[in-house]
């Protein structure tokens, strides 16, 4: 199985940030980058934040995390490792997530959510 990323760009609520983090951790997500606006599982003196981990329970301890300024920034590094990056989003013209398939089995795919 490949490895999937998600970047979470300019997510506001820090609830909305805590339950990604705990469904990637169900669902086996290897990374996850926070940029811009949205919250760290770290407050500014690097202690973990409790109303983060209310909403996490622990995967804030056990899903791997970046935070990067900008999203370009984190674009240009996975394409730098060759990664396939795919958007979410509500759209009409989106398709189920469930039935992409990838143009290239040996590269690996990256998530990300797009801005709300």
């Known amino acids: 199985m490949k490895d999937l990323v998600i970047v ?3 997510i506001r609520s ?3 940030v805590g339950s990604v983090f ?3 951790d169900a669902a086996g997500i290897s990374k996850i980058f926070l940029v811009g606006v949205t919250p760290s599982p770290l ?3 690097g202690n973990f934040r409790k109303d983060f981990a209310k909403v996490a329970l622990g ?3 056990t899903v791997s995390w970046e935070y990067a300024k900008t999203f370009g920034t984190v674009y240009k590094k996975l394409r730098g490792e060759g ?3 795919l958007a979410v989003e ?3 013209r989106s398709i189920p997530y469930c039935s992409f398939k990838t143009t290239n089995a040996s ?3 990256r998530l990300f959510k797009s801005e709300r």
């Open 8 to 10: 979470l760009y300019n």
């Open 14 to 16: 820090i609830y909305n």
């Open 22 to 24: 705990r469904t990637c």
């Open 43 to 45: 407050d500014r003196l």
């Open 59 to 61: 995967a804030e301890k």
């Open 83 to 85: 990664c396939e990056i």
């Open 90 to 92: 509500q759209d009409k």
């Open 107 to 109: 590269t690996p795919s």
